[in-house]
Protein backbone atom coordinates (compact mmCIF):
# COMPACT_ATOMS: atom_id res chain seq x y z
CA UNK A 1 0.00 0.00 0.00
CA UNK A 2 2.61 2.35 0.97
CA UNK A 3 4.66 1.82 -2.44
CA UNK A 4 1.45 2.58 -4.79
CA UNK A 5 0.84 5.72 -3.01
CA UNK A 6 4.93 6.43 -2.91
CA UNK A 7 4.76 5.37 -6.91
CA UNK A 8 1.21 7.34 -7.65
CA UNK A 9 2.69 10.34 -5.56
CA UNK A 10 6.22 10.25 -7.72
CA UNK A 11 4.12 9.97 -11.35
CA UNK A 12 1.88 12.58 -10.39
CA UNK A 13 5.05 14.74 -9.90
CA UNK A 14 6.90 13.53 -12.57
CA UNK A 15 3.62 14.89 -14.98
CA UNK A 16 3.75 18.31 -12.81
CA UNK A 17 7.36 18.42 -13.80
CA UNK A 18 6.51 17.83 -17.21
CA UNK A 19 3.87 20.91 -17.69
CA UNK A 20 6.19 22.88 -15.78
CA UNK A 21 9.02 22.45 -18.41
CA UNK A 22 6.75 23.10 -21.01
CA UNK A 23 5.06 26.58 -19.52
CA UNK A 24 8.64 27.79 -19.08
CA UNK A 25 9.13 28.33 -22.70
CA UNK A 26 6.02 30.07 -22.84
CA UNK A 27 6.91 32.78 -19.82
CA UNK A 28 8.63 33.20 -16.60
CA UNK A 29 7.17 31.98 -13.41
CA UNK A 30 8.41 33.45 -9.99
CA UNK A 31 7.73 33.04 -6.43
CA UNK A 32 9.31 34.50 -3.16
CA UNK A 33 8.91 32.67 -0.07
CA UNK A 34 10.71 35.49 3.05
CA UNK A 35 11.58 33.24 5.89
CA UNK A 36 12.12 35.03 9.02
CA UNK A 37 11.16 38.46 8.18
CA UNK A 38 12.59 40.20 5.40
CA UNK A 39 16.31 39.25 6.19
CA UNK A 40 16.33 35.73 4.60
CA UNK A 41 14.03 35.16 1.32
CA UNK A 42 13.74 32.12 -1.36
CA UNK A 43 13.62 32.98 -4.70
CA UNK A 44 12.32 30.42 -7.17
CA UNK A 45 12.31 30.56 -10.75
CA UNK A 46 11.83 28.72 -14.23
CA UNK A 47 12.30 29.58 -17.44
CA UNK A 48 13.68 28.17 -20.96
CA UNK A 49 13.41 24.65 -19.32
CA UNK A 50 15.10 25.20 -16.00
CA UNK A 51 14.48 26.09 -12.97
CA UNK A 52 16.10 28.08 -10.13
CA UNK A 53 15.72 28.40 -6.35
CA UNK A 54 18.06 30.99 -4.69
CA UNK A 55 18.28 31.69 -1.19
CA UNK A 56 19.34 35.18 -0.22
CA UNK A 57 20.57 37.02 2.89
CA UNK A 58 21.05 40.36 4.13
CA UNK A 59 24.76 40.19 5.06
CA UNK A 60 25.66 40.46 8.66
CA UNK A 61 28.98 42.37 9.62
CA UNK A 62 30.15 39.34 10.42
CA UNK A 63 30.26 37.91 7.07
CA UNK A 64 33.45 40.05 5.81
CA UNK A 65 33.69 43.40 3.73
CA UNK A 66 30.87 44.44 1.63
CA UNK A 67 32.13 44.72 -2.07
CA UNK A 68 31.64 42.93 -4.95
CA UNK A 69 32.93 39.66 -5.67
CA UNK A 70 33.54 36.80 -8.30
CA UNK A 71 30.45 34.39 -8.36
CA UNK A 72 31.65 31.55 -7.11
CA UNK A 73 30.48 29.03 -9.81
CA UNK A 74 30.16 25.47 -9.67
CA UNK A 75 29.12 23.30 -12.44
CA UNK A 76 28.25 19.75 -12.69
CA UNK A 77 25.97 17.55 -15.09
CA UNK A 78 23.37 20.55 -16.07
CA UNK A 79 23.11 21.68 -12.58
CA UNK A 80 24.92 24.82 -11.47
CA UNK A 81 25.32 26.60 -8.04
CA UNK A 82 26.97 29.72 -7.20
CA UNK A 83 27.69 31.93 -4.21
CA UNK A 84 27.83 35.63 -4.80
CA UNK A 85 28.19 39.03 -2.51
CA UNK A 86 26.66 42.08 -3.61
CA UNK A 87 26.91 45.41 -2.70
CA UNK A 88 24.30 47.66 -4.01
CA UNK A 89 25.06 50.98 -5.02
CA UNK A 90 26.66 53.13 -2.07
CA UNK A 91 24.54 51.69 0.29
CA UNK A 92 24.78 49.60 3.14
CA UNK A 93 22.51 46.45 2.03
CA UNK A 94 24.61 43.45 1.09
CA UNK A 95 23.13 40.25 0.27
CA UNK A 96 24.38 36.92 0.15
CA UNK A 97 23.22 34.80 -2.92
CA UNK A 98 23.80 30.68 -2.95
CA UNK A 99 21.54 29.79 -6.11
CA UNK A 100 21.20 26.34 -7.99
CA UNK A 101 19.94 26.31 -11.21
CA UNK A 102 18.92 22.56 -13.32
CA UNK A 103 17.45 21.84 -15.55
CA UNK A 104 13.71 20.64 -16.00
CA UNK A 105 14.76 17.38 -17.84
CA UNK A 106 16.52 16.04 -14.94
CA UNK A 107 13.93 16.69 -12.47
CA UNK A 108 11.39 14.60 -14.46
CA UNK A 109 13.73 11.56 -15.08
CA UNK A 110 14.85 11.93 -11.65
CA UNK A 111 10.99 11.89 -10.57
CA UNK A 112 9.70 9.33 -13.14
CA UNK A 113 12.59 6.85 -12.38
CA UNK A 114 11.45 4.84 -9.66
CA UNK A 115 7.74 4.63 -11.60
CA UNK A 116 9.46 3.66 -14.79
CA UNK A 117 11.32 0.68 -12.11
CA UNK A 118 8.31 -0.33 -10.35
CA UNK A 119 6.34 -0.54 -13.54
CA UNK A 120 8.97 -3.07 -14.80
CA UNK A 121 9.71 -5.13 -11.11
CA UNK A 122 6.42 -4.92 -10.49
CA UNK A 123 5.15 -6.65 -13.49
CA UNK A 124 7.30 -9.33 -12.61
CA UNK A 125 5.99 -9.67 -8.95
CA UNK A 126 2.78 -9.91 -9.93
CA UNK A 127 3.10 -12.49 -12.42
CA UNK A 128 5.07 -14.36 -10.05
CA UNK A 129 2.54 -14.17 -7.52
CA UNK A 130 -0.51 -14.88 -10.20
CA UNK A 131 1.04 -18.44 -11.36
CA UNK A 132 2.21 -19.42 -8.04
CA UNK A 133 -1.46 -18.96 -6.64
CA UNK A 134 -2.83 -20.84 -10.10
CA UNK A 135 -0.49 -23.85 -8.93
CA UNK A 136 2.51 -22.89 -12.25
CA UNK A 137 6.23 -22.66 -12.23
CA UNK A 138 7.21 -19.56 -11.35
CA UNK A 139 10.18 -19.83 -13.91
CA UNK A 140 8.06 -20.69 -17.26
CA UNK A 141 4.37 -21.17 -16.03
CA UNK A 142 4.17 -25.11 -16.60
CA UNK A 143 0.87 -26.23 -14.78
CA UNK A 144 2.24 -28.23 -11.91
CA UNK A 145 -0.78 -30.18 -10.67
CA UNK A 146 -0.19 -33.61 -9.50
CA UNK A 147 3.55 -32.93 -9.58
CA UNK A 148 5.67 -34.33 -6.13
CA UNK A 149 9.20 -34.40 -7.44
CA UNK A 150 9.84 -30.93 -5.93
CA UNK A 151 11.22 -29.55 -9.53
CA UNK A 152 9.72 -28.30 -12.78
CA UNK A 153 9.87 -30.92 -15.05
CA UNK A 154 9.83 -28.27 -17.96
CA UNK A 155 12.45 -25.63 -16.80
CA UNK A 156 14.12 -27.78 -13.71
CA UNK A 157 13.31 -24.70 -10.94
CA UNK A 158 12.30 -25.63 -7.27
CA UNK A 159 9.17 -25.97 -6.24
CA UNK A 160 8.37 -23.86 -3.04
CA UNK A 161 5.64 -25.44 -1.16
CA UNK A 162 3.43 -23.58 1.14
Not at 3 to 12: C, P, S
Not at 91 to 112: G, N
Not at 130 to 140: A, E, L
Request: proline residues 4%; hydrophobic residues 35%.
Amino acid sequence: MIRTVFVVGLTLAAVGMCAAWTLSYFGSIHHMYYLDGPRHKVHATCHDGQVSVAYVRRARPEDGPANLTSPNVQKRFGFTSEVVQVRYGYTTVDQLDTSMHAPFWMLTMLFAAYPAFELVVGARRRRRERRRHDGQCVGCGYDLTGNESGVCPECGTEIKRA
